[in-house]
């Protein structure tokens, strides 16, 4: 196999990086049929890029913070519910905190599902231009990939 330029070696680890990150894909074979690069350079650019560790990161750190807020809307509910018959409900102070958890809540669910639906939806639409044309997929490929740094960087 010829030897890549930095354009394509770069392009090949980010769709690496959609694949087996986002989308899941850790069979090293799948992955070679999609890259078109050998085993070898896969398990060392899975190395090299930490994609196990972001993998992981990505997963952990949503769903423990998702965890952690409702863990502290189930508390402060368990509170209110444990007050004296009669008592039985928010005051002030209580009701700003559980207000605020929910809000925390929908803004992690929509800020951090929105990323994967859309690189997994643009990555599903680069296969498909992918099927119909190999030069256009490349086009595609790269206002993708810099629409992923913008929505990262927000």
Not at 74 to 91: Q, T
Request: proline residues 1%; charged residues 35%; neutral net charge.
């Amino acid at each position: 196999m010829a030897r890549l330029t930095n354009k394509k070696r770069e392009q090949l680890q980010q769709e690496l990086q959609l694949n087996y990150v986002e989308r899941d894909v850790t069979n090293i074979d799948d992955l070679v049929k999609i890259l078109g690069v050998s085993k070898k350079t896969i398990y060392d650019w899975i190395k090299e890029l930490n994609l196990d560790k972001l993998k992981r990161n990505l997963l952990l750190t949503y769903e423990e913070q998702l965890a952690h807020l409702l863990n502290e809307l189930v508390n402060i509910n368990n509170y209110i519910k444990s007050k004296p018959e009669g008592e039985r409900f928010a005051d002030y102070k209580e009701a700003q905190i559980r207000r605020s958890i929910t809000k925390d809540i929908e803004a992690l669910k929509t800020k951090d599902a929105q990323l994967p639906e859309k690189i997994s939806a643009l990555t599903d639409f680069l296969n498909f231009v992918r099927k119909n044309s190999l030069d256009e997929a490349q086009q595609v490929a790269d206002l993708v990939d810099a629409f992923i740094k913008y929505e990262l960087r927000k």
